[in-house]
């Protein structure tokens, strides 16, 4: 679940450009969540399983097929609440 100020923030964000609410009801929430592990080939060594996480929000100014916004973090200390903060803040940003 996102943190209260990020929602808050996007809430006013939304009322700013005057949004339509379907809109802000869009990005609340991530459209897809993955998380997976990979055991990586590094240096010719086979690498314990590495988590791997992808959140992706809606960015309502792509001009593509899939209209969203998101990244891939790899790194032991990465969390889903992290990536839905990190993805909705790009998203926000796109507003």
């Not at 609410?21 to 990005?27: I, Y």
């Not at 996480?53 to 609440?81: D, Q, W, Y």
Request: charged content about 30%; aromatic content about 8%.
């Amino acid at each position: 679940m996102l943190p209260k100020d990020k929602l808050d923030r996007l809430d006013w964000a939304c009322r700013y450009i005057n949004a339509p609410d379907w809109l802000f009801n869009e990005l609340r929430e991530p459209r897809d969540r993955f998380d997976f592990r990979i055991r990586p080939i590094i240096a010719g060594k086979k690498e314990n399983n590495m988590r791997v996480i992808r959140v992706e929000h809606c960015n309502p100014h792509s001009t593509g097929a899939r209209p969203l916004k998101g990244g891939i973090r790899f790194h032991p200390g990465v969390t889903m609440e992290l990536m839905e903060a990190l993805a909705l803040d790009m998203t926000k940003n796109a507003l």
